[in-house]
């Protein structure tokens, strides 16, 4: 059974403190690790796919990467809009379902 | 990527009725899906919305209590049916797109309080 863990549950920062949000997950081969931003009382909004070992995406402060057990998602100088809750999901690929299993999500808060 | 309108986006509603909900894509999809989100918890895909066939129902999820049209390729209902406190929660359409269709685009999601 396909296995999604985030850490930490929630997490505070300041205004420009980078840190690192972890997505450790078991899948019978991994066809794609997709991240998700989630704001209150909105639906999850894509923001990257990662398909292989050691790919990395970016996008503005965000900067997702991926091994063989999990991925990270690395908000550097974060920003009070970025305060949201990040979700991760797994796509199984050979043998697997094609529905992506998601976590539970990171709430991530950035004081001003 | 697609835009998806739910509707309604919230509802407060007596134990025992029953309630629809409905999605519309601004354009054709293939994979049409409604997940449930509850307080604390990860999205659980309920089922996979067939344009012209039954629905697919993941686990744990039955046609009666949630059966679901799909009448062509940009419209899908969900109705929840027979309602108890235990079905408050968020209802979200989506629609998968990429490679494996892996990549989910999401509507606002209805909230529903059961009372």
């Known amino acids: 059974e396909d296995q999604v863990t985030q850490s930490p549950e929630a997490l505070r920062l300041q205004e420009g403190e980078s840190s690192s949000l972890n997505c450790s997950y078991t899948?019978?081969?991994?066809?794609?690790l997709f991240w998700y931003r989630q704001d209150p009382g909105k639906g999850p909004e894509f923001l990257f796919t990662?398909?292989?070992a050691g790919e990395e995406k970016e996008k503005e402060r965000l900067k997702a990467t991926l091994t063989k057990k999990e991925s990270f998602l690395h908000i550097t100088a974060p920003k009070p809009e970025d305060s949201a809750t990040y979700l991760c999901?797994?796509?199984?690929?050979?043998?697997?379902?094609?529905?992506?299993?998601f976590g539970r999500g990171t709430s991530l808060i950035v004081h001003p | 990527s697609a835009v998806i309108s739910q509707k309604p986006s919230r509802d407060i509603c007596q134990r025992g009725t029953s309630l629809t909900i409905q999605c519309q894509v601004d354009?054709?999809?293939?994979?049409m899906f409604w997940y449930r989100q509850q307080p604390g918890q990860s999205l659980t895909l309920i089922a996979t919305?067939?344009?012209?066939?039954?629905?697919?129902?993941e686990s744990g999820f039955v046609i009666d209590k949630f059966p679901i049209s799909r009448p062509n390729l940009t419209f899908s209902t969900l109705t929840v049916s027979n309602m108890s406190p235990e079905d408050s929660s968020i209802y979200l359409c989506?629609?998968?797109?990429?490679?494996?269709?892996?990549?989910?685009?999401f509507g606002e999601g209805s909230r529903l309080t059961v009372l």
């Open positions: 989506s629609v998968g797109q990429g490679i494996g269709a892996g990549e989910l685009f």
């Open positions: 899948v019978s081969g991994l066809r794609g």
């Open positions: 990662l398909y292989s």
């Open positions: 999901a797994v796509q199984a690929g050979s043998g697997g379902s094609y529905i992506p299993t």
């Open positions: 354009s054709q999809v293939t994979m």
């Open positions: 919305a067939n344009q012209g066939s039954e629905a697919t129902y």
